[in-house]
DNA sequence: GGACGATTCCTAACCATGTTAGGCGAAGCT
DNA sequence: AGCTTCGCCTAACATGGTTAGGAATCGTCC
């Protein structure tokens, strides 16, 4: 049996162990794009043979699992600081939001690839990393509940919206702006549909 | 030097069997999913093996270069037809495209899998290929045009909202109808920032 | 202190898949 | 008939995920 001191220490081994890869895979990622993430690869990267990533994670999706959840552990970070300082204005606290969102989107290809389940095939979360992609979802239920808005239709409609600007800015304008312009434009569309009343100046 | 006639008939066979081996991709790409599509496999369904899929296209990519102008060929094609009993009201025309464009894209996952450029990681169509896409987006401005909307942020704005819409429908709700709901909702948001009139009843 | 057990890395190898090399046979041209 | 061309074949290679099995290391226990 082991030592509880010993199985202490050796856990934080294993954990430095895996982080070392994993910071390796995103160093991969964001150098070469999400397909060259390869095995082989970030095992030299961290001075090992890719077998060897094995005794760390199960599979190449476990890394890519291990990564999701980062991702959006990141991004729930991001938001929690965000939603200490909200706006009073119930339209400015939607600006808030869809500003947040599109910056961290954009501000990352392949961790917002990573993030989006249709690009890696036959790729599920672990319950783990899923439920920090719920936990984000949660968080901005409440802050738009906060503003009155809870109808699932509504916050549908807000996501699909906001997701599919920071999509076609990275499709159509990758390093550009052109459609960070555009998310202010269509928070005031969504806003003067929901009757939030306007700014003040 | 071989003769006329026998040139042409060659011809028509290679086509043919082009034709045949796109179907057969299509077919593996429907019934197993893009992430199945193997030339060995396509390969099999027609009666060959992998490599001799390369007397009629270059590549893997190849094939999918076709695929892609297929699709928008054919999505090219629906558009035309709808064209021609445009509604004369600029809010009933938004919606016909919405409609569109969503219910095309929602009938076949692999297919709007692959007219989206993301999804094959190094893919870039081909001039003829991506011509199609062109095409499609030209009729586009041109309908867009002949109710008044020009601006290059409008069009970039409705593009991103329906193209949102349509994804996440196939990311939240597969198979169902959820987005569908949504989709005349964005599409009044957009027609009331633009200070299109409200529909006749 | 030495034997045991777990851990962690290694090499070798397997399998799938895209791709290339080179050959064989049929079919048409001259 | 002889030559060329074409379409298909088999064999093989490169890459990349994965497995098998062994060796070294290190803490534990007698």
């Known amino acids: 049996m082991l030592g509880e001191a010993t199985a ?21 990622a964001r150098e070469n794009g999400l397909g060259a993430l390869t095995l082989r690869e970030v ?6 043979r890719a077998p060897s990533l094995y005794s760390h994670f199960a599979s190449k999706h476990a890394i890519y699992d ?6 959006w552990a990141e991004y729930d970070r991001a938001a929690e600081a ?3 300082h909200l706006p009073a204005e119930p339209r400015r606290v939607l600006r808030e939001i869809a500003r947040q969102y599109f910056e961290f989107a954009t501000a ?14 036959d790729f599920t ?3 783990e990393s899923y439920a920090c992609a719920v936990r984000v979802y949660d968080r901005f239920r409440t802050v738009m509940a906060s503003i009155g ?14 997701g599919g600007l920071a999509d076609s800015q990275w499709a159509n304008d ?3 702006d052109r459609y960070a312009r555009l998310l202010d434009r269509a928070v005031d569309m969504y806003a003067d549909a929901l009757h939030l009343p306007p700014e003040e100046p």
């Open 174 to 176: 990758p390093g550009g």
């Open 8 to 28: 202490d220490w050796q856990s934080k081994r294993r954990e430095a162990a895996r982080r070392e890869i994993l910071a390796a895979a995103w160093a991969v």
């Open 149 to 162: 808005i809870t109808a699932d239709e509504d916050l549908d409609l807000f996501v699909a919206l906001i």
């Open 82 to 84: 965000a939603v200490r």
């Open 125 to 127: 979360p672990s319950d």
């Open 108 to 121: 990352d290809m392949p961790r917002h690839q990573l993030m989006d389940l249709r690009t890696i095939p």
């Open 43 to 48: 095992a030299a990267r961290v001075g090992m």
């Open 66 to 71: 291990a990564m999701y959840g980062q991702a």
